[in-house]
């Protein structure tokens, strides 16, 4: 069964740092598009990163330069490094994963909050 | 990045009732388009991917159609379990995935 189980979330101070973790159960992570969405309180999707099969990684401009999306093979696990947390990096953010370029999430995890605010 | 916008942002309908939806990219997506529904404290749910394939384990009254920069999802016959808010997504090239506005379906 295809699970995929997020944490790392909570409270940051702005300008603090925290590392999401989305570890993966059912199939292998390296195989796969993964993606890291967040939603902002009562807001719309947000794709913040995308990492390819091929170790292709992409951020949106609202993270560059501050989130790094990334995976570890031998733990089946997917992360974002975030740092200089800002205020309007609270959110809910969820990771979900494609088998290939394509198809769309067809599998999400739960969410994990994070909430920047001195 | 391709901008994605959705139509309407809200909808109120009844049960039965055939309900459209349309979201239209700024530049041509082909058919890389996905439609996702998302009920409240929960995350996304893939209804159709390219366009117009349906999702396993998705009801058939959901349907997608579209090419380009227009793409329409459609519920035949609205149901209680739809009220939900629905977003479109590109994912040409699979980078800089975005999604619509979203749509809230009220019944």
């Known amino acids: 069964e295809v699970q995929l189980v997020e944490s790392g979330g909570g409270l940051i101070q702005p300008g603090g740092s925290l590392r999401l973790s989305c570890a993966a159960s059912?199939?292998?992570?390296?195989?796969?598009?993964m993606t890291w969405v967040r939603q902002a309180p009562g807001k719309g999707l947000e794709c913040v990163s995308v990492?390819?099969?091929?170790?292709?990684?992409y951020h949106a401009d609202s993270v560059k330069g501050r989130f790094t999306i990334s995976r570890d093979n031998s733990k089946n696990t997917l992360y974002l490094q975030m740092n200089n947390l800002r205020a309007e990096d609270t959110a809910m953010y969820y990771c979900?994963?494609?088998?290939?370029?394509?198809?769309?999430?067809?599998?999400w995890g739960q969410g994990t909050l994070v909430t920047v605010s001195s | 990045d391709i901008q994605m916008t959705q139509s309407p942002s809200t909808l109120s309908a009844s049960v039965g009732d055939r309900v459209t939806i349309t979201c239209r990219a700024s530049?041509?997506?082909?058919?890389?388009l996905a439609w996702y529904q998302q009920k409240s404290g929960k995350a996304p749910r893939l209804l159709i991917y390219?366009?117009?394939t349906l999702e396993g384990g998705v009801p058939s009254r959901f349907s997608g159609s579209g090419s380009g920069t227009e793409f329409t999802l459609t519920i035949s016959s609205l149901q209680p379990d739809d009220s939900a808010t629905y977003y479109c997504?590109?994912?040409?090239?699979?980078?800089?995935?975005?999604f619509g506005g979203g749509t809230k379906v009220e019944i």
């Open positions: 979900g994963r494609a088998p290939s370029a394509s198809y769309g999430s067809d599998y």
């Open positions: 059912g199939f292998t992570v390296s195989s796969n598009y």
């Open positions: 990492i390819h099969s091929d170790g292709y990684t």
């Open positions: 530049q041509s997506i082909s058919s890389w």
């Open positions: 390219k366009a117009s």
């Open positions: 997504q590109q994912y040409k090239s699979y980078l800089g995935l975005t």
